[in-house]
Every structure is written in C-alpha cells, then in structure tokens.
C-alpha cells in the first residue's frame, strides 16, 4: 500500500472508532496517560439512529415516540404497544475531514404483528471507499474497497404495561484487504454476537392535560464470540462489547384534540466491556521484557488475554492506573428534544445533545443539533456534529439523514403518537 491511502487503512485498522488527534502525555508517579481501548469492527458502534445522534447519541430509555432507537440503541425500544410496520434508510457519511469516501448505511425494518411481540431486521454497512495495493518495493498489486457489514435479527415483547425485552442475534463480516495479505487467505473477519435490552417505562398524569412519561434502560452491546483475520485463527480480537444504561423523561402537554407539545430529557452512560491495555515493562531502551516463556511482563493492570465471557466482569477493575482510570472509561451523553405533534398526522422537532469521553481515552467530546418532520407517516430527520475540542477533529462537519415510514395497523391509533 502507498501515500495517502497506507494512512488511510492504518486509520480504518487500528483506532477505535478513530479518535485521534490526543497526544499523550508524560508520566510521573501515578499520573494517567493516553490509554484507549481497541477494539476490532469499530464500525458497531456508530449510532445508525439519526433522531439518537441529534441528541448526542442518547437511545437507552428515549421515548415511545420513535422505534428506531430499538435498532441502535436498546432493543427493547422496539415494543411500542401498538401492532405497526415501520422502516427506516440512514444514511452517514463518515470522517469527512480526513478522507472523502468513507460511508455507513443502514436499512431497518420491523414488523410488529401483535401489540405485545415485535420482530426488526437491521442491515449496516461500512464502506471504506478505494484503497491500492503495493509489494515490498512499492509496484502496484491491485486495488480494494475494503468493506464491513453486519446484519441482526431482534426481538422484542412488552411484558405487561411498563416492562419490556430485547434480544437481537448479530452476524458480523469484516474484509479489511479482499485476499491481499496472507497469502490470499484468512482475510476476512467474521463473529457473532448479541443485543440484550431491558425498559421499564411508565406514565403518570399530572394534571387533566398534562402527562409525565418516564423510563429507566439496559443494553449489553455485541456480547459474543472473538474475531480473526488469520486463516490459523492464533490471534483474534475483541468485538467492542458495551453496556449503556440510561434515563429518560417525556413531558406532554395536550393542545387540542390528538395534539401536543412534547419536552424529552435523558442522561445516559456507556463502557466497553473489553480489557484495558496494561502498561508493560521495559528496560532503558524503551523495549518491551519478555519472561522465560516469551510473554510480555504486566508492570501495572491485568493481562487482556482473556474470554469475551470473562471481559464483561473483569473489564470494571483491570485498568492500570486503578479506579480513577475506570471511571474514565465511563463516556457520558445527555441529550434533550421538543416536538409539535397536529393531530396525530404530522410531527416537527428540534434536538440538541453532548456527548462527552475522558481526554485519556480518546477525547471525543462534540454537540450535536438535529431536527425532523413527519407527515401522515413518513419521516425525514437529520444530525449535524460539532465537536468541542481546541485542535481539529476528524468528526468535523459529520452530518446525516434518515428516512423512515410507519404504518399503524389498530383502528384510531393515527401515524405519530407516544
């Protein structure tokens, strides 16, 4: 590979979900440096809900009002109490700032045939755009789009009035160089993983026209097996396994027959639950000591070589620099939106979220602005990206949109209603 595009690839390998532009700093004593978690298939955790990203990314316990955040973020979401059809496009061009043709897709679809059951279909793709192929001394070898998908099956079921289930079944494909290393072989990446998703959510009445709506959610992200690109499968990477809890209230406030104001707030968290790289020790040159069996010495933190199974509890106490680093690990998002509702036929919103990660894990810390329209069913929403960092950031100007259709199936339901 040569020039721009080797940097290109090395991007797309390598950093999780590309936040770059941090440099570390020095240690003393106990100070804490840059330390990101990498993972393999960074590309499942872009959001590909465009109405969650308008609100920093929020989609853990958001309000009945949309069903697409039960793709991206919680698959218990999906259980809207009401028997629809809906489907959703999004479309995300991705690190724009760095490089011109990289872009993610998505095509939801979820059929809910009874008012308590419902079954989504979601298909994401990840397309790295051109990238040239060069041999040891620089002679052109071929040309590759290197390309990622992943398409899950959910399921979700209200049990009762306020408490609902989630479970999507992940297949993961990732080919990074179509055949161009190893030989020709081993070059593509697969895995399975799972989605689980708890809601409890219920209303109380204010007042004669007034509603409060509130929820509290759970959602392991991408628990399963290890990836590989090597054909003898010796080194395999961790998927990004992630645990989101979050809250989240919807007040209404009735303005006529079937319409309403709408005001929603939530607050939410999320962390890989993937070891943290521990800091090895070295000598004076800097070099990385090996014991008598040839493993790399632990000076501070746990060894990563571990089960995906056992990632999930080991990841909450195996960073280096102890509790201080775990909290770190902990990224914060908050988002906030209104909304106009006439007559159960036609919805416009505005909203707005922060989404905030430690500086020693990445620094991603932007706002995003977002907006939508809904008439008789159909839907078009968009998100712009800010980032809030003093040096240039490859998310910069990140803006996308989605459409989205839904069909109510009762009588007297109307198209758009909490």
């Given at each position: 590979m040569g020039g721009n595009r080797f940097i290109k690839f090395y991007i797309i390998l390598f950093l999780p979900l590309f936040s770059i532009g941090q440099s570390a700093n020095s240690t003393t004593g106990n100070q804490q440096t840059l330390n990101t978690i990498i993972t393999a298939v960074p590309f499942l955790t872009i959001n590909n809900d465009i109405v969650s990203l308008g609100k920093g990314g929020l989609g853990t316990a958001t309000s009945s009002f949309y069903q697409g955040a039960g793709f991206a973020g919680n698959p218990a979401l999906l259980a809207t109490g009401r028997k629809n059809i809906y489907g959703q496009f999004t479309y995300l061009p991705w690190l724009r700032a760095l490089v011109p043709d990289i872009n993610y897709s998505s095509g939801n679809f979820a059929f809910a045939f009874h008012k308590r059951h419902t079954i989504g279909v979601e298909f994401v793709y990840f397309s790295m755009g051109p990238i040239t192929f060069t041999d040891n001394t620089g002679n052109n070898i071929g040309q590759y789009k290197p390309?990622?998908?992943?398409?899950?099956?959910?399921?979700?079921?209200?049990?009762?009035?306020?408490?609902?289930?989630?479970?999507?079944?992940?297949?993961?494909?990732?080919?990074?160089?179509?055949?161009?290393?190893?030989?020709?072989?081993?070059?593509?990446?697969?895995?399975?993983?799972?989605?689980?998703?708890?809601?409890?959510?219920?209303?109380?009445?204010?007042?004669?026209?007034?509603?409060?709506?509130?929820?509290?959610?759970?959602?392991?992200?991408?628990?399963?097996?290890?990836?590989?690109?090597?054909?003898?499968?010796?080194?395999?990477?961790?998927?990004?396994?992630?645990?989101?809890?979050?809250?989240?209230?919807?007040?209404?406030?009735?303005?006529?027959?079937?319409?309403?104001?709408?005001?929603?707030?939530?607050?939410?968290?999320?962390?890989?639950?993937?070891?943290?790289?521990?800091?090895?020790?070295?000598?004076?040159?800097?070099?990385?000591?090996?014991?008598?069996?040839?493993?790399?010495?632990?000076?501070?933190?746990?060894?990563?070589?571990?089960?995906?199974?056992?990632?999930?509890?080991?990841?909450?106490?195996?960073?280096?620099?102890?509790?201080?680093?775990?909290?770190?690990?902990?990224?914060?998002?908050?988002?906030f939106e209104t909304r106009h509702v006439l007559n159960n036929r036609i919805y416009w919103a505005l909203r707005t979220g922060y989404f905030y990660e430690s500086k020693w894990k990445g620094g991603r810390q932007y706002t995003t602005i977002g907006g939508g329209f809904g008439l008789w069913g159909a839907g078009i929403n968009l998100f712009y990206l800010i980032p809030n960092t003093s040096q240039r950031s490859p998310l910069e100007n990140t803006l996308g949109f989605q459409l989205s259709y839904s069909i109510n199936l009762g009588k007297g339901t109307g198209f758009f209603k909490d």
């Open positions: 390309n990622e998908f992943a398409t899950t099956l959910n399921y979700a079921v209200s049990l009762g009035r306020t408490f609902k289930l989630g479970l999507g079944l992940r297949y993961i494909n990732s080919n990074l160089t179509g055949g161009y290393f190893n030989g020709g072989t081993g070059s593509v990446g697969r895995a399975f993983s799972t989605n689980w998703g708890f809601l409890y959510r219920d209303t109380v009445q204010l007042y004669s026209t007034g509603k409060l709506q509130w929820g509290i959610g759970l959602c392991l992200q991408d628990i399963g097996t290890k990836i590989s690109y090597s054909s003898t499968k010796i080194q395999k990477d961790f998927l990004p396994q992630n645990l989101r809890i979050g809250c989240g209230i919807t007040f209404r406030q009735k303005a006529g027959n079937n319409s309403y104001f709408a005001f929603d707030l939530g607050y939410e968290v999320n962390k890989l639950l993937v070891p943290t790289p521990p800091v090895y020790a070295t000598n004076a040159n800097g070099q990385i000591l090996e014991d008598a069996n040839g493993n790399k010495i632990i000076a501070k933190g746990k060894n990563p070589n571990v089960s995906s199974l056992a990632a999930l509890f080991t990841s909450f106490a195996d960073a280096p620099y102890g509790s201080k680093e775990e909290w770190a690990e902990v990224n914060h998002i908050v988002g």
